[in-house]
Each structure stands twice: as structure tokens, then as C-alpha cells.
């Protein structure tokens, strides 16, 4: 079992330039699929130097209107979700050390008891063939195992 320490729940709003710099300084759950060299998109030698230097590449304007959808999208299916939780979920960012480690993960969703998780993912033709044969694509996975952390 995996011991935490000093576990702490932020209010950050994403995006924001209060969010951005506690990411900068922690082990994101949304990077856990870069550093198991399974994300896509992002190589894990890539992440390690993003890491290193502080410097991410520029966000361009075709990332920022998939990134837009997916905060709209995700805004729009939260409320189904309590619904399908019959509860309220929050936005939140917790974070806590293991073994001099700062982990973090932000949360689309999280009930007052975090009993109850909401992950939401806009779907496209790779991961809705995933969803219908059962599966979660290897770095949604990753993502979700941290969060559970």
C-alpha cells in the first residue's frame, strides 16, 4: 500500500495561473501516461525535459479549441453524473506526498466523501472503439490509477 503524506485539497480553478504553478511543482495525474511512455502524443523524454526547464511548448490555437471543447463538454456532462451519483461533485485538486514525491491530481469531479470520482473524456473514433469492446485506452488508465492514489 502506498503511504501518503501530508495530503492536502486545493480549490484551484484549471487553467488559472494559481493552477498552472502548483502544476509546475508536482507530479501530475495527467501526466502519469507521458511518464509511462504511453501517451500518444507526448514522449516521456519529452516530459522529463518539460520537467527539467520549466518550459512546455506553446499551447497552439488548434490544442486550445480541443482543450476548450473538452472544459465544455466536461461541464456539460457533470451534472449527469450527479445525477447518475445522485450527489454533488466538485472540482478539486488534491495532492500529497509519497516518498519526497509531490503527486496531484485535478478532478473533473470528486463527491464531498471521495467516495465517488467523475473522469470525463470527449470521445473520438479511437477511444469510442475502446469503450465499445470494454476497455479504457492504457493512458486514460494511468491518468485514473493516480487519481485513485
Not at 501526466?31 to 520537467?51: I, Q, T, W
Not at 451534472?79 to 450527489?87: K, L, T, Y
Not at 470520482?117 to 470494454?134: A, P, Q, V, Y
Request: hydrophobic fraction near 35%.
Amino acid at each position: 500500500m502506498i503511504e501518503l503524506t501530508d495530503r492536502r485539497i486545493l480549490k484551484l480553478e484549471p487553467d488559472s495561473p494559481e493552477w498552472h504553478d502548483h502544476r509546475q511543482k508536482c507530479f501530475n495525474a495527467s501526466e502519469a501516461p507521458m511518464m509511462m511512455n504511453c501517451f500518444p502524443n507526448v514522449k516521456r523524454s519529452d516530459l522529463l525535459k518539460y520537467k527539467a526547464t520549466g518550459k512546455w511548448p506553446d499551447v497552439s490555437t488548434f490544442q486550445q479549441r480541443i482543450f476548450d471543447k473538452g472544459h465544455k463538454f466536461e461541464a456539460i456532462a457533470r451534472p449527469w453524473a450527479e445525477e447518475i451519483f445522485d450527489d454533488d461533485l466538485f472540482q478539486n485538486v488534491i495532492c500529497a506526498e509519497h516518498d519526497d514525491l509531490l503527486l496531484s491530481a485535478s478532478f473533473d469531479g470528486l463527491d464531498m466523501w471521495e467516495v465517488e470520482s467523475f473522469e470525463h473524456k470527449t470521445l473520438n473514433i479511437e477511444n469510442t472503439k475502446d469503450f465499445d469492446n470494454g476497455k479504457i485506452a492504457l493512458y486514460y488508465r494511468c491518468q485514473m490509477e493516480q487519481q485513485m492514489i
